[in-house]
């Protein structure tokens, strides 16, 4: 990849800029916690977007994405927005640095990627993180610290692309260090980072390549729940809640929200739960919270389908350590903690059984712990 865009853009712009990459992200555990004050357990993979960037001495940026096969020309300023969704992306990190009082001048790009998309491994945060990251180093002296960066690109999302994201995804793509995941609070935005590095395991993604189109808005009837069951307890979110408090309350909500509730306040201690045992290096420990978060998803939660579910007893039935739905729900991935010497065999009986059962194959990507937004070394 790296070749590739160094020979497009020496073909192109007739020069040489500089290498900057950004991953996508996991998260081992901790999910439907981050609006509900909690926390999150992600980590950088080893797929990423990389780009090779050159200041043009203009006032527009021209950028080509190689993995599209389409080359953008605009503007800085609000009204040269481009129409086309992935420049918007670019587009809203110049316009977000700017509004911070940054600076951003015209550049040449040439950038692609191996990030899985649609997957839920957050293509579009390592492709704002990879621009943050390189305009703060060209034309910034490095003055933006690393959590302004990651505002930016959730900004993008909020102000440029309609999607109302949290920070979790572009805190990841920015914080990411080889052989670490992180905990991020949500709540105080106090992050710690615990080593991942185990020699007799691997992380192996299963991507059903499905993904349910739903009538209501799931996410945001989750959340309401959650809201409700928290004013109820006389608290600003469930972080702060206990089962003994919610079962004290059980009388005066409906059964849906105390089961929402339930899982987000079960979840919150899993996550602790999950720090300590990799402290420990129990990775049995990690493994069976992982299915403890599964079922709360699918049970409790109600954000899992039948394919993930299937996914996910494949997983038990093969003796895998670990497994669970990754990510808002209703399709994707699951993630799953595999040890070596039944990596083959899962893999395998994960692709056969699924592609009988629903007619097509699973996609499989093994990910490796590893750094997030850097400038990359020639």
């Known amino acids: ?64 994405s190689m993995d599209i096969d389409e080359y953008v020309e605009f503007g800085l300023n609000e009204e040269d927005a481009p129409t086309q969704g992935w420049a918007r992306y670019v587009f809203g990190i110049c316009r977000e640095i700017q509004k911070r009082g940054g600076k951003v001048e015209g550049f040449d790009s040439v950038f692609a990627g191996d990030v899985p998309l649609g997957a839920g491994l ?130 005066d909500i409906t059964a849906e929200d105390y089961f929402r509730a339930k899982f987000v306040i079960e979840e919150k201690d899993r996550v602790l739960a999950v720090c300590d045992a990799l402290e420990a290096g129990d990775y049995d420990t990690v493994g069976r919270k992982m299915y403890e978060t599964h079922r709360g998803l699918s049970k409790d939660y109600e954000v899992s389908c039948v394919e993930l579910d299937f996914l996910n007893g494949v997983a038990k039935e093969m003796g895998v350590t670990g497994s669970r739905i990754m990510g808002g729900g209703f399709g994707g991935c699951t993630i799953n903690l595999v040890r070596n010497d039944l990596h083959d065999a899962f893999v395998k009986e994960a692709v056969s059984r699924f592609e009988k059962e629903y007619g097509h194959e699973p996609r499989i990507y093994d990910v490796v712990i590893s750094d997030g937004a850097r400038r990359v070394k020639e």
Do not use: W
């Open 1 to 64: 990849m790296k070749e590739k865009i160094q020979k497009y853009f020496k073909e192109r712009f007739g020069t040489e800029g500089t290498l900057y990459a950004s991953a996508g992200r996991i998260n081992l555990i901790g999910e439907h916690t981050d609006y509900n004050g909690g926390f999150v357990f992600p980590g950088a993979i080893d797929k990423v977007i990389m780009a090779e960037i050159k200041p043009n001495g203009l006032k527009k940026v021209r950028v080509y």
């Open 122 to 251: 957050s293509s579009s945060a390592a492709l704002e993180s990879c621009f943050a990251f390189a305009l703060n180093d060209l034309f910034n002296d490095n003055s933006i610290d690393k959590f302004e960066l990651a505002r930016i690109g959730q900004s993008t999302e909020h102000n440029y692309c309609g999607v109302n994201c949290g920070i979790m995804d572009q805190f990841a793509s920015v914080f990411g260090r080889k052989g670490n995941l992180m905990r991020l609070d949500c709540r105080s935005m106090e992050y710690e980072y615990f080593p991942f590095n185990p020699k007799d395991y691997r992380l192996v993604l299963v991507d059903s390549r499905v993904k349910h189109e739903l009538k209501d808005s799931p996410y945001n009837k989750r959340r309401e729940s959650c809201e409700r069951v928290a004013r109820r307890l006389g608290l600003e979110t469930l972080r702060d809640a206990t089962m003994e408090m919610l079962d004290g309350v059980r009388g």
